[in-house]
């Protein structure tokens, strides 16, 4: 199942290029009860997260990862520091990735900067996700994580306005500043937060994968280098010669596909021979489930994908404790499964008649109150194997938010190399998800224990895949018809 997610530029979800802000404020850290957060839209500002302890402190985001002391810079100076740029290897020289680099913080920690940070790529996840989905796919598959640590790195290489701007989009901007003046964060530290976040995942190293690649005509910043290096697992950034655009696009499409093990295939068309700049992240996630479903319990079975049409395919079934919630209010069945000792599913089943678009519209507003309302029952649960490719354009789905500029030829990226009139080409998210009946664990010989509930995604749902100490959103997406 394959999909490109391509958002329309004739329909816009954010008007006169308003960066709708995201805001957090963070009071005592609990990893082991995650905070509930409410979305506001349009503007969608996060709210207060709730807390149960007294004398809370709330930090606002940007004190948490400012650079230096804080301080705003006029947004329309010239930069006086002389841009260090470093050279690129090219793209004939080998398929090696880039050197792992010494002043990496440990990885794998949770605290209240990965907490907060995971509350604000969820939020902004969220409004990516809902443009993608004015499509009307049948199936959809984002990564806010990824999206998230792309912006980032973008923000490295951009100064003046589009900074700002994308600080803002990122919920990253102090409070006080003014719009001539704009106090920078860190986004290195935000970086190695996020490629922190990836850590706890805690999986086989199969498991979860996140390479990036850079393919540019010129020398780049070393920030933004070192920047690439900081959130991936691997990355490559390689010295192509982009003015001959059919030339470069067989290379480095080749060269992607074989570096990815033959799973990032033909991701950039049409490449336009005055970029000087192109850009691919990627999520690929195999996941297990905690405990296998047998093979020899999976069935052709129809599966619904409106009142009137179905397709057979193979669904997986298990008898089994689970934890799942009947969520009246939302019209919807909510199954959660767990896969490495950190992450897990959460499935959103809506009642037969419901709608998917209003439940997905409040996925990341539910799935606190969700998780901590969930009760074990014994369940026999029958659900499709999944299998989702997907590639979204970053610089689409700004231009349907009403941020045509951001990304695009108006954007100020002096600080991403020497050369002049710098512009960016293609900036693709990919993310490849597989589950089948694999499992990390046997399942227990039956005990005979009748199920309180048969509960059968034979029609269209919606799922998440998080990172539960944290909270983060490793992927957000719906299953409308699994045969495509």
Same mark, same amino acid.
């Given at each position: 199942?394959?999909?490109?997610?391509?958002?329309?530029?004739?329909?816009?979800?954010?008007?006169?290029?308003?960066?709708?802000?995201?805001?957090?404020?963070?009071?005592?850290?609990?990893?082991?009860?995650?905070?509930?957060?409410?979305?506001?839209?349009?503007?969608?500002?996060?709210?207060?997260?709730?807390?149960?302890?007294?004398?809370?402190?709330?930090?606002?985001?940007?004190?948490?990862?400012?650079?230096?002391? $804080?301080?705003?810079?006029?947004?329309?100076?010239?930069?006086?520091?002389?841009?260090?740029?470093?050279?690129?290897?090219?793209?004939?020289?080998?398929?090696?990735?880039?050197?792992?680099?010494?002043?990496?913080?440990?990885?794998?920690?949770?605290?209240?900067?990965?907490?907060?940070?995971?509350?604000?790529?969820?939020?902004?996840?969220?409004?990516?996700?809902?443009?993608?989905?004015?499509?009307?796919?049948?199936?959809?598959?984002?990564?806010? &994580?990824?999206?998230?640590?792309?912006?980032?790195?973008?923000?490295?290489?951009?100064?003046?306005?589009?900074?700002?701007?994308?600080?803002?989009?990122?919920?990253?901007?102090?409070?006080?500043?003014?719009?001539?003046?704009? @106090?920078?964060?860190?986004?290195?530290?935000?970086?190695?937060?996020?490629?922190?976040?990836?850590?706890?995942?805690?999986?086989?190293?199969?498991?979860?994968?996140?390479?990036?690649?850079?393919? @540019?005509?010129?020398?780049?910043?070393?920030?933004?280098?070192?920047?690439?290096?900081?959130?991936?697992?691997?990355?490559?950034?390689?010295?192509?010669?982009?003015?001959?655009?059919?030339?470069?696009?067989?290379?480095?499409?080749?060269?992607?596909?074989?570096?990815?093990?033959?799973?990032?295939?033909?991701?950039?068309?049409?490449?336009?021979?005055?970029?000087?700049?192109?850009?691919?992240?990627?999520?690929?996630?195999? $996941?297990?489930?905690?405990?296998?479903?047998?093979?020899?319990?999976? @069935?052709?079975?129809?599966?619904?994908?409106?009142?009137?049409?179905?397709?057979?395919?193979?669904?997986?079934?298990?008898?089994?404790?689970?934890?799942?919630?009947?969520?009246?209010?939302?019209?919807?069945?909510?199954?959660? #499964?767990?896969?490495?000792?950190?992450?897990?599913?959460?499935?959103?089943?809506?009642?037969? $008649?419901?709608?998917?678009?209003?439940?997905?519209?409040?996925?990341?507003?539910?799935?606190?109150?969700?998780?901590?309302?969930?009760?074990?029952?014994?369940?026999?649960?029958?659900?499709?194997?999944?299998?989702?490719?997907?590639?979204?354009?970053?610089?689409?789905?700004?231009?349907?938010?009403?941020?045509?500029?951001?990304?695009?030829?108006?954007?100020?990226?002096?600080?991403? @190399?020497?050369?002049?009139?710098?512009? &960016?080409?293609?900036?693709?998210?990919?993310? &490849?998800?597989?589950?089948?009946?694999?499992?990390?664990?046997?399942?227990?010989?039956?005990?005979?224990?009748?199920?309180?509930?048969?509960?059968?995604?034979?029609?269209?749902?919606?799922?998440?895949?998080?990172?539960?100490?944290?909270?983060?959103? #490793?992927?957000?997406?719906?299953? $409308?018809?699994?045969?495509?």
């Amino acid at each position: 199942m394959v999909l490109m997610l391509v958002a329309s530029s004739s329909q816009r979800t954010t008007q006169h290029n308003e960066i709708a802000p995201l805001k957090v404020y963070q009071g005592d850290f609990l990893p082991e009860r995650p905070t509930m957060i409410e979305i506001t839209r349009p503007l969608l500002l996060i709210a207060f997260l709730t807390a149960v302890a007294a004398n809370r402190v709330y930090v606002h985001p940007f004190g948490m990862f400012a650079l230096g002391n $804080g301080s705003c810079k006029p947004t329309h100076a010239l930069e006086v520091t002389p841009l260090e740029t470093v050279s690129l290897t090219s793209i004939e020289d080998g398929v090696e990735p880039d050197p792992v680099h010494t002043y990496m913080e440990q990885r794998g920690n949770v605290s209240q900067r990965t907490a907060v940070l995971a509350q604000l790529l969820n939020t902004l996840g969220q409004r990516f996700y809902d443009t993608l989905q004015t499509q009307k796919a049948p199936n959809g598959l984002f990564s806010p &994580v990824n999206a998230y640590g792309a912006l980032v790195a973008f923000y490295l290489g951009a100064w003046g306005a589009t900074a700002s701007q994308l600080q803002k989009l990122l919920g990253l901007e102090k409070e006080t500043d003014k719009p001539d003046c704009v @106090s920078p964060f860190d986004g290195h530290k935000v970086l190695r937060t996020l490629c922190s976040i990836n850590a706890l995942m805690d999986g086989s190293a199969d498991e979860l994968k996140t390479p990036v690649w850079v393919f @540019s005509n010129a020398n780049l910043s070393k920030s933004f280098a070192r920047g690439i290096w900081e959130y991936s697992n691997t990355s490559y950034t390689r010295a192509v010669d982009l003015s001959q655009p059919l030339k470069a696009q067989s290379q480095l499409n080749a060269f992607m596909e074989k570096t990815s093990a033959g799973k990032s295939k033909l991701l950039f068309q049409d490449i336009n021979s005055t970029s000087d700049l192109l850009f691919a992240s990627a999520v690929h996630f195999k $996941g297990k489930w905690r405990t296998m479903f047998r093979p020899e319990a999976t @069935s052709p079975q129809e599966f619904w994908i409106d009142d009137k049409t179905s397709v057979t395919v193979p669904l997986m079934t298990h008898t089994g404790k689970y934890s799942y919630l009947d969520d009246k209010r939302m019209k919807c069945t909510v199954l959660k #499964l767990a896969l490495s000792r950190h992450a897990y599913m959460l499935l959103v089943l809506p009642y037969e $008649g419901a709608h998917l678009d209003h439940i997905e519209k409040q996925l990341t507003a539910r799935i606190s109150d969700w998780s901590h309302h969930l009760k074990e029952g014994v369940l026999e649960v029958s659900l499709p194997k999944l299998s989702l490719n997907a590639v979204s354009d970053l610089k689409s789905i700004l231009s349907n938010m009403g941020l045509p500029n951001l990304l695009g030829t108006g954007a100020n990226f002096t600080h991403f @190399s020497r050369k002049e009139h710098f512009t &960016v080409g293609k900036v693709l998210n990919e993310v &490849v998800f597989e589950m089948s009946e694999e499992g990390s664990e046997q399942q227990d010989e039956s005990q005979g224990d009748e199920a309180e509930l048969k509960l059968t995604f034979n029609r269209p749902f919606c799922f998440t895949v998080i990172e539960g100490s944290s909270g983060a959103i #490793l992927l957000l997406g719906r299953i $409308g018809n699994p045969t495509n």
